[in-house]
């Protein structure tokens, strides 16, 4: 890629979903990306010969502005429409710019769908973490695959918020349409400062990859 993703550098499950994505869907299949960002995940998906769509809301995000960086320093920041169009990838993606909790769950399938530690910002607390889910979920064709990575608690506020959550409690959200192909989870680490988070921080992220098997039933 000629351009970079502000979250270039942030520690990522992503390769675990793309083999899973190989052997399971169509090389032109689908995918759905909940949280698209500036399109860390989108560009290489694309890239790699999928139709795309990226759901975000955030405007920043989709269309580039200023941030504040590390060091104190301010940037311009180019958005997801601005690097598709650089990349000469815009064509395979349908850039979808509303919240993806607001109103009734989109009326669209996909292969697949993937968010990376998108439900555990507060601005998504509003919503039950089972809501989340099921909606992505309801993206899903049957045979397709579900991918999110997230975060798990570390501070004791975390452990208030079920948005923080494990591959152990997401389990009850994928037991009768569902089977959970691969589970992973980090211990504790330290990551570099970056857009949101301008000093080191510590983590722990979670990954769960399904199967969808069935029809979902209608549960909201």
Known sequence: MQTRSLWEHTLTFFPQFLVTLRERVASNATIAVVGASDGKFV???????YRVVAIERDALAVHGGEVRLPGDSEAHAMGL??????????????????????????DMQ??????????????????????????????????????AEFMMPVET???????YTSPERLHRHFLSDWDVLLTLRTDEFTERPHVDQLHDHTHRMGLLLAARTSTLTDRF
């Open 43 to 49: 560009l290489p998906l694309a890239a790699a010969g």
């Open 81 to 106: 429409i601005d690097r598709l169009k650089q990349e000469e990838l815009d064509a395979r993606v349908q850039v979808v710019e509303e919240d993806f909790l607001a109103g009734d769950p989109l």
């Open 110 to 147: 996909c292969e697949a769908v993937w968010t990376s530690c998108s439900w555990h910002y507060s601005a998504n607390h509003h919503r039950p973490l089972a809501e989340f889910v099921d909606r992505m979920q309801r993206l899903v064709h049957p045979g397709g695959v579900f991918g």
């Open 157 to 163: 506020r975390h452990h208030l918020v079920e948005h």
